[in-house]
């Protein structure tokens, strides 16, 4: 069965550090991964998507594939309070379609 | 565009009650989804369609129903509600099929059965 696994957390950080999000899939024909972010009562939003191996990156936030590994990160620099949130992985375009993690619980310490 | 959006945002039922939980989306997207996520818990797929007229079983698929009979609706049908479909349920819909593009959500129903 296919998964993806994603530490719950909570993963404390303080203001203006970086905050390391990690998660690892089981489908090796997986093609596109995504992050969203989830803040409490509201639905997920997307924030990054990658389809290639190496870093992709677009503001505070750097999305890094490594399909050898099977693994997949999210990084946001310089951490804001309104970055504190849940954060879902999800993996798609394997033999059995999107796959979700159960997300990390982020909270950025002022 | 409105994008996705979903009715009611909130309702409580009593055990053995029914209701249909609606949802439409004006992106023209053949795929949509029904998830349901318990508190603290990620997302359970609960059935998805490819198309009008065409949907399938997801992970957690029993006390529901669903029908795609347009291009834009995906509503979700709850029989004989129990305590155990207490969950917000979150619809979404994307371009691409096999989890290949952005999945576009729903703002949620949040369903307590009493």
């Known amino acids: 069965q296919k998964e993806v696994e994603q530490n719950s957390g909570p993963l404390s950080v303080p203001e203006g550090a970086i905050a390391s999000l990690n998660c690892t899939y089981s489908d090796r024909g997986s093609q596109s991964f995504f992050w969203y972010r989830q803040y409490s009562g509201k639905s997920p939003e997307l924030i990054m998507f990658?389809?290639?191996?190496g870093d992709k990156e677009d503001g505070r936030f750097t999305a890094q594939l490594n399909k050898a590994s099977q693994y997949v990160s999210l990084l946001i620099r310089d951490s804001q309070p309104s970055d504190s949130a849940t954060y879902l992985c999800e993996s798609g375009g394997g033999a059995d379609g999107l796959t979700f993690g159960k997300g990390t619980h982020l909270i950025i310490q002022p | 565009n409105a994008g996705v959006t979903q009715t009611p945002k909130f309702r409580i039922l009593k055990i053995g009650q029914s209701m249909t939980l609606q949802c439409t989306q004006d992106m023209n997207h053949n795929y949509m989804y029904w998830y349901r996520q318990d508190p603290g818990m990620g997302l359970k797929l609960i059935y998805y369609?490819?198309?009008?007229?065409?949907?399938d079983k997801g992970e957690v698929p029993n006390g529901y129903n669903v029908s795609r009979s347009t291009t834009e609706d995906f509503p979700l049908r709850l029989e004989l509600a129990a305590p155990s479909q207490t969950s917000v349920y979150f619809c979404?819909?994307?371009?691409?099929?096999?989890?290949?593009?952005?999945?576009?959500f729903g703002p949620g129903t949040r369903l307590t059965v009493l």
């Open positions: 990658i389809y290639s191996n």
């Open positions: 369609s490819v198309g009008a007229g065409i949907t």
């Open positions: 979404a819909s994307n371009f691409l099929g096999g989890g290949e593009g952005e999945q576009f």
